[in-house]
């Protein structure tokens, strides 16, 4: 169960208990990212997460934030994706008011200071660079700029060195009014703690995070990528692949049969590519089907890492196995495995605090209601076999596939010739 409350800024405060747990995870969720950025601003989102731990009034260097938390054995991070961007705190319940005090001192009073700021251009340049030199992450980005396009979606949240280069601390102060109000913002406590103390420790600790602005908003998603194939030539040890197809936005009434499919199709150790690429055939160590969905886009894609010559082969089969579904649908057995393998793995993440401050402030952010954790079982339980039968053949069609390699592959023609 949940509870949601508002402070008198208007900061939603959302409470999610456990039982039985000693843990307790403070995070803040704002509408921040990729999404929200111009293309004179490719990074900035990522480059303020990184200067939000640069030290504030209390608390003023990374030395001091990260002493006050490890002190307590307790965990902290942050993350900038494309549509928000969330800081954590997480530690023993007996700690969550330092909790409180350390994070809200990072995002009411981060000062930015230039000195850390010409330190941390190197750090995300080589943060940059160490994805650059993982294949299987960077064929991820790629895909995501192939299917979404020149368009926010498809930039990847490291941005661009030039803006990295140049960003100074008005330009970070201007963002952070920009999207860190309270009603573009979302505070959740998860773990062993109760409403009541919650609304306490957040008037004592968040109260001042006000501000003037109104929500911010980014640009609308309205085409695909229309070409078929991105291949990125490097001398790697093996060929990584990702084919996939444009997907649905993640308020899509089919959100949860996709969701379902993907599981189907290369989810777990028991779906179809892993036993019959992986198993059958021994053509990759990792391969997985998953989705990305954004509030008016998406995708579903399967990804492998091969050796340099079989590569076409294992193109083939990963179609070929698109193909098939479209055709035939799924097996009544499937979906319900995909149905208890997606429940099963909720209920186990509901066991930790932060996964559960995830599952809950994510929803309270971006979509118009929370559904509780019966209410998501339910939504899923509701998919029908015709549902996802009629998504499969929709979706998976050979005009809507596209492909990205890396890898010593060269002819970009012969890729283009396998998805057909």
Not at 351 to 361: K, P
Request: with cysteine.
């Amino acid at each position: 169960m949940f509870t949601l409350d508002k402070l008198e800024s208007g900061l939603p405060l959302l409470v999610a208990p456990i039982d039985g747990t000693a843990s307790v995870t403070v995070m803040v969720f704002a509408g921040a990212g990729s999404r929200y950025e111009k293309e004179s601003e490719r990074g900035i989102s990522h480059f303020l997460e990184h200067m939000f731990f640069k030290g504030g009034k209390k608390y003023r260097d990374t030395k001091e934030v990260s002493a006050a938390i490890d002190g307590v054995g307790g965990d902290f991070n942050a993350f900038t994706g494309k549509e928000y961007a969330g800081y954590y705190v997480k530690v023993a319940s007996e700690h969550t008011e330092l909790a409180c005090d350390v994070l809200s001192d990072m995002l009411l009073h981060a000062s930015f200071p230039d000195a850390e700021i010409e330190k941390e251009r190197g750090v995300i340049m080589e943060e940059e660079r160490m994805y650059q030199d993982t294949p299987m992450y960077r064929a991820g980005w790629d895909f995501e700029e192939l299917v979404f396009g020149d368009h926010p979606l498809g930039w990847d949240t490291i941005g661009k060195e030039k803006v990295i280069r140049s960003v100074k601390q008005q330009d970070f102060q201007k963002h952070k009014d920009a999207l860190y109000g309270p009603d573009n913002l979302v505070l959740t406590f998860a773990g062993k703690i109760t409403p009541k103390e919650a609304k306490k420790l957040a008037e004592t600790y968040f109260a001042g995070l006000a501000s003037k602005k109104k929500k911010s908003t980014f640009l609308p998603f309205t085409t695909y990528g229309q070409t078929p194939v991105f291949l990125r030539s490097k001398n790697t040890e093996q060929a990584h692949l990702v084919v996939g197809v444009p997907g649905l936005p993640s308020l899509d009434k089919d959100h949860f049969a996709i969701k379902l499919l993907a599981i189907i199709l290369g989810g777990n150790m028991s779906s179809r590519m892993f036993l019959r690429i992986r198993e059958a055939r021994g053509l990759c160590y990792y391969i997985s089907t998953d989705i990305d969905n954004y509030m008016d886009a998406g995708s579903l894609s399967t990804r492998a890492g091969v050796d340099q010559t079989r590569l076409h082969e294992a193109i083939q089969y990963i179609v070929h196995e698109y193909h098939v579904c479209a055709k035939e649908g799924v097996m009544p057995d499937e979906l319900k495995r995909a149905k208890d393998y997606l429940k099963g793995k909720i209920a186990l993440s509901m066991e930790d605090s932060e996964d559960r401050a995830h599952f809950y402030g994510k929803q309270q952010l971006l979509y118009p209601a929370v559904r509780d954790v019966p209410e998501y079982f339910a939504e899923i339980d509701r998919v029908a076999k015709d549902q996802v039968d009629i998504l499969a053949k929709n979706l998976l069609k050979e005009d809507l596939f596209r492909l990205v390699v890396i890898g010593k592959e060269e002819n970009e023609n012969a890729l283009v010739k396998l998805l057909k």
